[in-house]
């Protein structure tokens, strides 16, 4: 193990924190070394609100995968949440540099680069930049790489934050200790442990639905289209139970996840619940379902608000797929088809050895993964460069 190259993901969420740290299997799945889950003060809603906190939490984390793994981590991958995430559009544009006019990978930074000259509010931030479309010479292209032109234009999608609460996460890592941290979003992440690069390419939307929050990923030809957090999740659910019911909100948060469904058949809907501890409780299957469903057919609906406002309504023949917490309630899958038109699925992460294929592990699994991917990329460029700079040294030899 102590030679072993280990990837340690971290989703820290409204519920609590979850973290688990993963090796290459024999075959080309992870191999789950550590997992496991710890509670949380100090996050509301995805965001730090409470950073010393929250480091408390993060260094009872970090001692406690020290001592399963008997070494400090070596890579660690930290997911970002909250409704201050966002996304917007830009342009950027430069003049190939190249004598022979052939686009190169110099070409594409500088104008990946000029597209992040935009104007933003100073306390927002850019975190990720996804180019949808290069356009070469006034023609839309995928690869630009290689061709030739006068011109270089790009289009697109900037993923951003509000800098003061991306800010609180980040610290509340580094004062725990944690060395090495990339921040995802947490819909990015997920989408990467349950879409398939084929649902990606025909169009689909991600729909998270965890403790705090909700959120939105949307793919089509392979590209992020759009991105957003809507600041409703399963807790509103545990809510409007208390508040229906007239009960105490842990009563209500286990009255959810024992009877909640958001369907119900005939039977079940005549259905009496008697509960006796920790208090005297009855009530009918059928009224708690109507208050779960009201919830969820209200996060159906800013959902199909957001998918409206980008112009696909109707318009992603791969669906919805949902994870989440909230993914696993009886009967949800039945009333998004009937909410948002579309066809819809519950998404799970597959490839990890030794750990459930649960949608509420979707963040956390994608952030691995993500982690895996972008550090063979950086070997692969780590050993291009290394090669390119053996050939000049070769040939600086010849010269006199």
Not at 163 to 188: C, H, M, R, T, V
Request: include cysteine; glycine fraction near 8%.
């Amino acid at each position: 193990m102590a030679t072993s190259r280990l990837i340690t993901s971290l989703d820290i969420g409204t519920d609590g924190i979850k973290a688990l740290v993963v090796q290459k299997g024999s075959n080309s799945d992870l191999e789950t070394l550590v997992f496991f889950k710890k509670p949380i003060v100090g996050i509301r809603r995805g965001i730090v609100v409470d950073p010393q906190a929250v480091t408390r939490a993060l260094i009872e984390v970090r001692e406690e995968i020290k001592a399963q793994i008997g070494r400090n981590q070596d890579s660690i991958y930290v997911n970002v949440s909250g409704s201050h995430l966002f996304c917007t559009y830009s342009q950027g544009k430069v003049a190939v540099s190249r004598a022979d006019r052939q686009v190169s990978e110099e070409d594409i930074d500088r104008v990946i680069e000029d597209a992040k000259t935009f104007s933003l509010f100073p306390n927002k931030q850019i975190l990720e930049v996804f180019p949808k479309n290069f356009i070469v010479d006034g023609e839309k292209v995928r690869e630009a790489v290689g061709m030739r032109g006068v011109r270089l234009e790009v289009e697109s999608l900037m993923v951003c934050a509000f800098s003061p609460y991306y800010e609180n996460l980040k610290q509340s890592l580094l004062s725990a200790g944690f060395d090495g941290i990339q921040i995802i979003p947490s819909p990015i992440a997920a989408a990467q442990s349950v879409l398939s690069p084929r649902q990606k390419e025909l169009g689909v939307a991600l729909l998270d639905i965890g403790e705090g929050t909700s959120s939105l990923a949307v793919y089509e030809e392979g590209n992020l289209i759009h991105l957003a957090v809507l600041p409703i999740g399963s807790s509103n659910i545990t809510y409007d139970i208390a508040i229906g019911l007239k009960i105490d909100i842990d009563v209500a948060e286990g009255i959810k996840k024992e009877f909640g469904a958001c369907s119900l058949s005939k039977k079940e809907q005549r259905e009496k619940i008697e509960i006796k501890e920790p208090e005297q409780l009855v009530f009918y299957r059928k009224n708690l379902a109507k208050i779960i469903e009201a919830r969820i057919s209200e996060i159906f609906e800013e959902v199909h608000k957001e998918i409206k406002k980008i112009g696909k309504d109707k318009l992603l023949p791969a669906g919805i797929v949902l994870v989440g917490g909230g993914a696993k309630i009886p009967g949800i899958i039945e009333l998004a088809k009937k909410e948002l038109n579309l066809p819809c699925t519950v998404g799970k992460p597959k490839g990890f050895i030794g750990l459930t294929k649960d949608p509420s592990l979707s963040t956390l699994c994608g952030l691995a993964l993500m982690g895996f991917d972008l550090e063979d990329e950086g070997n692969r460029s780590s050993v291009l460069k290394d090669f390119i700079s053996r050939i000049k040294n070769i040939f600086k030899s010849f010269i006199p």
